[in-house]
């Protein structure tokens, strides 16, 4: 069993990547995740790497996309500005099924914002955040452990599914210190790279493209992104639980606040309020079914986000009207805290048991 060491997330994202082979970094400063920059930069000689400081975000991408197709496990990181420069690049990749890693430590916005975290990019990463029909496989950890094993995981499931893969981090994890145990990385057996652009002496040339002209071509290759997609949903849902069992009021949080919302449901556990919380960590895939479930035996569920409401327009999807959907969130970078969670979460618990008993 490995040490505990003590490191700043976005170090973690750093190093993880690293460990699971990535090879190929390119990148542009932007706070608050200008760490990941900064120790590819050292750490990418060590290993025999490339390391380049684009001379932009759209550079940074585009370099990403080449390097992929080359056949190297290749990684950008930015915060919420630079990624949304990002975007025509990440869609290119989708379309031309290169994998890849995407790094969001989230900032405030829209605009230049702040320079706090934040979880106002929801929409941006699960939704497609470009042009056209494709999906992002969204991983969102809430403490360091995880950002160490999911950003392991983000690389073989790029090149499982040939896709680009996101890490949606914030600028308080990217920034905080804590513990963690570095497990290390074991290479899962994955489809061989047959489609990579090495030089085609000896063999029939091949194309990595995201243009498709003739008569219902295009459909096609969309239609095959929504298999891999659905593929996805049934195989890579990630979600975890705490105290649901018995709970009649049950909130729904990702990421940082997450965090703040399990100290907040102990809190109500010291009052004999029987509230629980349900983390999804792929925010696409999206746990639908396991929020479904859960939904047909709670009296309420809450959904507590650092924005101003967007993964609870999943979370409303997901339920069905099986039972009633709160919402609590605070926009700009400011940071909830569990006193002001336990107070929301007792005023509708509350209110949804006089409703119910009236």
């Known amino acids: 069993m490995s040490e505990r060491i003590l490191m700043k997330g976005n170090e973690v994202i750093a190093e993880a990547a690293i460990r699971a082979g990535c090879r190929f970094y390119a990148g542009y400063p932007i706070t608050p995740q200008n760490e990941i920059p900064e120790y590819m930069s050292r750490r990418m000689e060590e290993v025999g790497g490339i390391f380049i400081q684009a001379e932009s975000e759209l550079a940074a991408i585009n370099m990403v996309f080449g390097a992929s197709a080359a056949g190297a496990r290749a990684m950008t990181s930015s915060s919420s500005p630079g990624v949304s420069l990002k975007q025509e690049g990440i869609s290119?990749?989708?379309?031309?099924?290169?994998?890849?890693?995407?790094?969001?430590?989230?900032?405030?916005?829209?605009?230049?914002?702040?320079?706090?975290?934040?979880?106002?990019?929801?929409?941006?990463?699960?939704?497609?955040?470009?042009?056209?029909?494709?999906?992002?496989?969204?991983?969102?950890?809430?403490?360091?452990?995880?950002?160490?094993?999911?950003?392991?995981?983000?690389?073989?499931?790029?090149?499982?599914?040939?896709?680009?893969?996101?890490?949606?981090?914030?600028?308080?994890?990217?920034?905080?210190?804590?513990?963690?145990?570095?497990?290390?990385?074991?290479?899962?057996?994955?489809?061989?790279?047959?489609?990579?652009?090495?030089?085609?002496?000896?063999?029939?040339?091949?194309?990595?493209?995201?243009?498709?002209?003739?008569?219902?071509?295009?459909?096609?290759?969309?239609?095959?992104?929504?298999?891999?997609?659905?593929?996805?949903?049934?195989?890579?849902?990630l979600w975890d639980s705490f105290m649901t069992d018995d709970a009649e009021t049950v909130i729904i949080a990702f990421g940082m606040a997450a965090r703040v919302c399990l100290s907040a449901v102990r809190r109500l556990r010291k009052k004999g309020l029987p509230a629980g919380l349900f983390r999804p960590v792929t925010l696409f895939p999206f746990p639908e079914k396991e929020v479904r479930d859960l939904s047909d035996r709670v009296r309420g569920v809450i959904v507590v986000e650092m924005n101003l409401g967007q993964m609870v327009e999943d979370v409303r999807l997901s339920v069905e009207g099986r039972a009633p959907v709160h919402f609590y969130g605070r926009s700009g970078g400011s940071v909830i805290t569990p006193e002001e969670v336990a107070e929301e979460v007792e005023n509708v618990f509350y209110r949804t048991a006089s409703l119910l008993v009236t």
């Open 92 to 237: 290119y990749l989708a379309g031309a099924e290169l994998p890849s890693v995407i790094v969001n430590v989230q900032r405030g916005g829209p605009g230049l914002g702040n320079i706090s975290g934040s979880q106002q990019d929801y929409f941006q990463a699960v939704k497609g955040g470009g042009h056209g029909d494709y999906h992002l496989l969204v991983y969102a950890p809430y403490n360091h452990q995880e950002m160490w094993e999911l950003t392991m995981r983000a690389f073989d499931k790029a090149d499982e599914y040939r896709t680009p893969v996101m890490i949606l981090a914030d600028g308080v994890l990217g920034q905080m210190m804590e513990p963690f145990r570095p497990v290390e990385y074991v290479k899962p057996d994955l489809p061989q790279k047959d489609w990579v652009l090495d030089g085609c002496e000896g063999r029939e040339p091949r194309v990595v493209k995201s243009l498709f002209l003739g008569e219902g071509e295009l459909e096609r290759h969309n239609l095959k992104l929504k298999a891999k997609y659905d593929r996805m949903k049934q195989k890579d849902v």
